[in-house]
C-alpha cells in the first residue's frame, strides 16, 4: 500500500535521477559570486588574517632555531684557528689513539 507521500517520493527520485544524468550529477551551474559581496569581503579578510597570522608564528618559532645555527657558526668559526694549530703541532706528533 502506497501512501500520497511515498509516491511523491519516488517521483522526485527519478526527476533527480534524470537531471543527474543530464547534468553529470553536479547539478546546473549557479550565478557566479558577486566579488563585491560583503560574504567574500570577510572570507577574504579571515583568509588574509589567517596567512599573516601564521607567517609570524613561524618566523617566531624559527627565531630560536636561526640563533642556535648563529651561535654555532660563531664557535665553529672562532675556535678553528685553535683546531688548526692543535692539528698542526700537537696532535700531528701524538700516538694514534688505541682501543
Do not use: H
Not at 24 to 34: D, E, F, H, T
Not at 53 to 66: M, T
Request: aromatic content about 6%; charged content about 15%.
Amino acid at each position: 500500500m502506497l501512501t500520497p507521500a511515498g509516491d511523491r517520493m519516488r517521483e522526485a527520485l527519478k526527476v533527480a535521477a534524470v537531471q543527474a544524468e543530464e547534468t553529470g550529477g553536479l547539478g546546473r551551474p549557479g550565478r557566479p559570486v558577486n566579488k563585491r559581496s560583503p560574504f567574500l569581503i570577510g572570507m577574504m579578510a579571515a583568509a588574509g588574517v589567517a596567512v599573516t597570522y601564521g607567517a609570524v608564528e613561524l618566523v617566531i618559532r624559527a627565531r630560536s632555531v636561526l640563533v642556535l645555527i648563529g651561535l654555532a657558526l660563531f664557535i665553529a668559526i672562532g675556535l678553528d684557528p685553535v683546531v688548526a694549530w692543535l692539528t698542526r703541532y700537537c696532535w700531528a706528533c701524538s700516538s694514534p689513539c688505541s682501543t
